[in-house]
């Protein structure tokens, strides 16, 4: 709980300096920035109690530079280092991209297939979900073998549950005048 606050407190203060045209290419500046951080070896290197706070600050200058990221997105990665936080810059990462979807009133679902769907089944649930959330939805799509048809749409933290074994187990609740 205290690290989503903490990121959530960070990412605020990064997307309060970005000017709206920044706030989404710093977005993605910081995904990278954190995809290459968190990996295994170079968490571990970086979170390490053997290197000082110095070093730590540098490593971070200097893989935001060959990163080529711009100048604050450098700057936000050398005090994420100075104040101890480079761990949880994926969490941080992960929050500023929610409140730039606030921001820019935008919601992500992930849309569930049992089968590969075609753009006109994708860009169907999606005007569902808009008109359920009240915001313009990127969706993530997946493929899930074991689900029998239809799709689940996962939203805000709520599932929206249209596959069809779902369905064929209210209609046979119906049958057997459970419901």
Do not use: C, N
């Not at 936000?76 to 941080?92: C, D, K, T, W």
């Not at 249209?162 to 419901?179: E, H, W």
């Amino acid at each position: 709980m205290k690290g989503s606050r903490v990121a959530k407190r960070y990412a605020r203060a990064l997307l309060e300096i970005a000017e709206r045209s920044q706030a989404e290419s710093w977005g993605g500046e910081l995904e990278r920035l954190a995809a290459i951080v968190e990996s295994p070896e170079l968490a571990a290197r970086l979170t390490s109690p053997e290197i000082g706070d110095a070093q730590r600050q540098e490593a971070m200058a200097k893989i935001a530079e060959r990163l080529e990221l711009s100048f604050p997105v450098r700057s936000f990665a050398v005090v994420l280092a100075r104040h101890g936080r480079i761990a949880e810059i994926g969490a941080i990462a992960l929050a500023y991209r929610e409140q730039v979807d606030a921001m820019l009133g935008r919601a992500r679902a992930t849309l569930t297939f049992a089968v590969a769907p075609g753009d006109a089944e994708i860009a169907r649930v999606v005007a569902g979900l808009e008109g359920i959330a009240g915001k313009k939805i990127i969706p993530t799509v997946k493929v899930d073998k074991d689900l029998l048809g239809g799709v689940v749409a996962e939203l805000g933290g709520k599932i929206y549950d249209g596959s069809l074994a779902t369905r064929l187990a209210i209609a046979k609740q119906r049958l057997a005048g459970q419901v």
